[in-house]
C-alpha cells in the first residue's frame, strides 16, 4: 500500500474515531442494560403479569376490552390495542386525547385479553430505564438527535472500515493477537486496542448499521403513511366521515380468518389513528417465529362494513426498520444471545477507551514524524509512538 493511501486512511480513521468516540461511548454504556430492556420491565412490572388459567381458556371479546378501558379514563380515546409477543394473554390498551396523539403522550393499560380486566397502568416514561433509552435514541432532542446520533454511527462505520485497512500493514511483522509488553504502556494499549477492535469487528459493524437505519425510524415510517398506507386508502379518500364504526371484534375476526398460515394478529389501530386512516381498522399481523415476528404485514378493514379492503406485506424499508430494531439489542436469539451482545458490548466500550487514551496520550510530535516517516514499512513504528 502507498504512503499517501496509508496517511490518507490514517487520517480518516483518527477523526472519524475522534469526532464519535464520546458519543459512542455514552451509546455503549446505555446501552448495555437496554439489551435486557424487556427482560427488566417484565420484571419491574410482575404484578401485571396475567393470573393462570385453564390452559384453551377463550378470549374476552375486545369490545368488551375497549369498554373496560374507556370505563377507566372515559375521556380518552383508543388509538390503538397491542398484544404483548410473549404472552398473549396480555393487551395493552394504548389511550389518549386524540387518535392522532403523539407516542410520547399515549397512556397504556395492561388488560387480561381472557377476562378484559384492568391489571394496571405501566408508565414507560419515567424511571432509569426510561433514561437510559431516550438518551440512547435521541439524547432528550427528539428527531434533531436522533439525525445526530445517525451521522455519529456513520462515522462509527468509517472508522471500522478505515481501521480494517490499517490493521494489515500494522500487523504485517506480527502474530495476530500480539500485545508487545516491553515496548511501553502505550504500545501496549495501542495493540490491546487494535486487537479488541478487530474482534469485535463484525459485531460493531451490525450494531453500527442497525443503530443508523433506526435513527431513521420517523422518516421511514412517514414514507409508509404516505406511499403504501394512501394508496391503500386512497379510494376512501372523498368519502364523508365515519359515523357508525363497527365493532372492533367485527374487524379482528376478519383479519384473523383470512391471515395466512403462521401469522397472527400483533396490533389493531382504530380509524383516525396514524396507521389506519380515516375510515379503516388496521389490523398488523406478524409471524410466530423468532425470525418473523418483527415482520408486520397490514391488513385494512372498512370500519363501516367490516369486510377486508386491502392486504398486502411492508415495503422493504420497513421490513429493514422492523428487522434492524431488534437485531441492534440481541433480541432475536433469547437470553444467550442477549448476554453476547453484552460481553461484545463491554469489550465495544474497552476499545473505546484504549482509543481516547492513545488521542489524549500521543506525542505533539506524532503528526510530524508521521508525514516524514509513513510508509507502508514502517506504519507500525509510526503508529506505536
Not at 184 to 206: C, E, F, P, Q
Request: charged fraction near 20%; proline fraction near 6%.
Amino acid at each position: 500500500m502507498k504512503a499517501r493511501t496509508v496517511r490518507i486512511w490514517y487520517k480518516v480513521h483518527r477523526w472519524s474515531s475522534i469526532i464519535s468516540t464520546m458519543f459512542l461511548l455514552m451509546l455503549c454504556i446505555t446501552g448495555l442494560p437496554l439489551v435486557f430492556y424487556h427482560d427488566i420491565l417484565h420484571w419491574q412490572h410482575s404484578d401485571l403479569e396475567p393470573p393462570p388459567m385453564p390452559e384453551g381458556t377463550k378470549e374476552a371479546s375486545l369490545a368488551n376490552v375497549e369498554a373496560a378501558a374507556l370505563a377507566r379514563h372515559p375521556d380518552l380515546v383508543i388509538p390503538f390495542m397491542s398484544w404483548d409477543e410473549e404472552d398473549r394473554n396480555l393487551l395493552y390498551v394504548g389511550m389518549s386525547k386524540a387518535y392522532d396523539s403523539p407516542p410520547e403522550t399515549i397512556r397504556l393499560l395492561a388488560v387480561d385479553a381472557r377476562t378484559a380486566k384492568v391489571l394496571g397502568e405501566p408508565n414507560l416514561n419515567e424511571g432509569i430505564m426510561y433514561v437510559l433509552r431516550t438518551l440512547h435514541v435521541d439524547m432528550f432532542a427528539g428527531i434533531p438527535g436522533k439525525l445526530f446520533l445517525g451521522v455519529m454511527g456513520l462515522l462509527l462505520l468509517a472508522a471500522i472500515v478505515s481501521g480494517t485497512v490499517l490493521y494489515a500493514p500494522f500487523m504485517r511483522r506480527l502474530d495476530f493477537g500480539s500485545v508487545r509488553q516491553n515496548r511501553g504502556r502505550r504500545t501496549k494499549w495501542l495493540d490491546l486496542h487494535n486487537l479488541l477492535g478487530i474482534v469485535t469487528l463484525a459485531w460493531l459493524s451490525v450494531v453500527g448499521a442497525t443503530g443508523v437505519i433506526n435513527t431513521w425510524a420517523d422518516s421511514i415510517f412517514k414514507i409508509w403513511q404516505f406511499g403504501q398506507l394512501a394508496d391503500m386508502i386512497a379510494p376512501y379518500k372523498d368519502m364523508p366521515p365515519l359515523a357508525n364504526p363497527v365493532s372492533v371484534d367485527v374487524a379482528y375476526k376478519a383479519a384473523k380468518a383470512s391471515a395466512p398460515e403462521g401469522r397472527v394478529p400483533s396490533f389493531i389501530t382504530y380509524p383516525k389513528s396514524l396507521f389506519s386512516g380515516q375510515h379503516h381498522y388496521g389490523v398488523f399481523l406478524r409471524g410466530e417465529e423468532h425470525l418473523t415476528a418483527k415482520l408486520l404485514a397490514p391488513v385494512l378493514v372498512d370500519a363501516e362494513t367490516g369486510k377486508i379492503t386491502d392486504m398486502r406485506r411492508m415495503p422493504w424499508y420497513v421490513d429493514a426498520l422492523f428487522v434492524s430494531q431488534p437485531l441492534h439489542f440481541g433480541d432475536y436469539g433469547g437470553m444467550p444471545m442477549k448476554i453476547l451482545w453484552a460481553i461484545l458490548d463491554i469489550i465495544s466500550i474497552a476499545v473505546l477507551v484504549t482509543g481516547l487514551y492513545l488521542f489524549f496520550t500521543r506525542r505533539k510530535s506524532a503528526e510530524t514524524q508521521l508525514g516524514l516517516s509513513l510508509n507502508a514499512g514502517n506504519l507500525e513504528t509510526v503508529l506505536a509512538k
